[in-house]
């Protein structure tokens, strides 16, 4: 801290009180400007922090890239998948239709054995 009284008193030995006073707020407010000042060390830091972080953008914006060709992997895969269940589905439908189609076929042949056999007996009498 910079002490603006001390300053002011050594100038008024040389000068007239109100300069004296004047050149020493003009130099307590230089002197706080020089504190709120980016010294270089800070000024490097800063740079490598921002180096580092543009390093880190670059990776996030890879790993970016290879999550949305993933993701546009799985969409079609997954879209694939769903025109298997599509088809399966169908599949099945026609299942069903042909094993209630053997039902019926089994139902007339065992209602056609039913007949033979009443004929069968009939012929035997």
Do not use: H
């Not at 801290?1 to 001390?6: A, D, K, P, Q, V």
């Not at 040389?14 to 400007?33: H, N, R, T």
């Not at 060709?69 to 088809?87: H, I, K, M």
């Amino acid at each position: 801290m910079i002490n603006t009284l001390r300053i002011y008193e050594e100038l008024s030995e040389v000068m007239d009180p109100k300069p004296a006073q004047k050149l020493a707020s003009v130099l307590g407010l230089i002197y706080e400007d020089l504190q709120n000042t980016v010294k270089r060390s800070d000024f490097e830091a800063l740079q490598r922090v921002v180096g580092e972080l543009a390093v880190s953008q670059k990776e996030l914006a890879e790993a970016q890239k290879r999550t949305e060709a993933r993701l546009q992997e799985l969409t079609e895969a997954q879209n694939r998948t769903e025109a298997r269940v599509g088809e399966l589905t169908e599949a099945q439908k026609r299942t069903e239709a042909r094993v209630q189609e053997l039902t019926e076929a089994q139902k007339r042949t065992e209602a056609r054995l039913g007949e033979l056999t009443e004929a069968q007996n009939r012929t035997e009498a």
